[in-house]
């Protein structure tokens, strides 16, 4: 097969601390014919004049004005000419192997609309963490069954190769979402294409407390977005009963990402923000005032003698917060052999 051209796309704002990282990661390819595209969206940093140290390297632009992140990402997939791209936000970078991992995939099975890899995590310290797996094995999903499992998670597109054609056919990013920005336009991409996913880490997702989705935790109102982009996905869905039948669920979802959410402001010592958290998350799914994880933090909130914090410490002492085991792929998946899940040879 010959070697498709692959757009690394980085929709740039801000993120001058973790950029040259970025950069040099999708500089690293061991891909061959890789075209690096960085559109900085009037960062107030430094980032364009870290960025312009590679200028003859990459292909570097800048906006007049500010678009905001989902205009932004897509101005940088309009300028790309690969057949494949992929969205590498500024604070999170590639293994090497990327592109080399993904693209086959995507040139094997002609259906698939996305390409997955799994990824390590980090922080502002640099230090990997392991992430389990999210399926039990390498696999092709119908694009239907997967676009059912973005209704309740999404992948950071550091782990995502897209195939352009099928960006393009269903308009892009929304630009009325920023916050399940990602979660959207996956779902939009599965309901016209397979999706092809592979156990082996292809990126590193960067958490820190300046991150887009960190700033937008201290906000509840970014879950009333969470709602509003589950509402855009049923409308996507709308006359697939396969997927009508599972949006109630995915609103219960939402409460649970809503606690999930006020545990990360709590720890931040924000109780009043947290207090508010917790209402909202009854709102979604009232059944979820039942659960080990709001009642702790409700009676830790409400406590008046003691600090709520070691207070929660002390009562979900033990409990991890990490998903710890795979899950088994959706109905009609097909196993790879070991032969595509190691890569195909050019």
């Not at 092809?196 to 958490?207: A, F, L, Q, W």
């Not at 830790?300 to 899950?327: A, F, K, N, V």
Request: contains cysteine; glycine residues 6%; neutral net charge.
């Amino acid at each position: 097969m010959s070697l498709p051209l692959v757009s690394l796309c980085i929709p740039n704002y801000n993120n001058e601390r973790y950029l040259d990282v970025c950069i040099r990661s999708a500089l690293s390819q061991t891909w061959p014919h890789v075209e690096v595209v960085l559109v900085d969206d009037c960062s107030t940093d430094g980032s364009f004049s870290l960025a312009r140290k590679y200028e003859e390297r990459i292909r570097l632009f800048r906006n007049e004005k500010n678009l905001g992140q989902p205009a932004n990402t897509n101005r940088c997939v309009e300028l790309a000419r690969g057949e494949f791209v992929a969205i590498v936000h500024g604070d999170d970078y590639l293994l090497p192997t990327f592109v080399e991992r993904l693209a086959p995939l995507l040139q094997q099975y002609e259906r698939a609309a996305l390409a997955i890899g799994e990824r390590y995590e980090t922080d502002e310290t640099g230090v990997l963490r392991n992430v389990t797996p999210f399926y039990t094995t390498d696999c092709l999903i119908p694009g239907e069954k997967q676009a059912k499992v973005f209704m309740f998670m999404s992948f950071p597109p550091c782990q995502v190769l897209i195939r352009r054609a099928v960006y393009r056919s269903i308009g892009g990013a929304d630009l009325r979402h920023v916050v399940n920005l990602d979660g959207l336009l996956w779902f939009k991409c599965a309901l016209v294409g397979d999706i092809v996913y592979v156990r082996e880490p292809v990126g590193v997702y960067r958490k820190h407390g300046e991150s887009t989705t960190a700033r937008y935790n201290r906000r509840i109102d970014h879950m009333i977005e969470y709602y509003m982009t589950l509402l855009a996905m049923q409308e996507a869905g709308r006359g697939r009963p396969y997927l009508e039948r599972y949006y109630d669920a995915a609103v219960k979802r939402v409460g649970e990402l809503t606690v999930r959410y006020c545990r990360e402001v709590f720890r931040e010592k924000n109780y009043e923000l947290a207090k508010r958290y917790l209402a909202l998350a009854t709102v979604f799914d009232p059944a979820i005032s039942k659960s080990n994880q709001w009642r702790a933090l409700h009676y830790c909130l409400e406590s008046e003698d003691r600090d709520p914090h070691d207070l929660y410490r002390r009562l979900m002492e033990g409990e991890t917060q990490q998903r710890i085991t795979s899950y088994e792929p959706p109905e009609g998946f097909q196993a790879l052999k070991s032969q595509q899940a190691g890569g195909a040879s050019s």
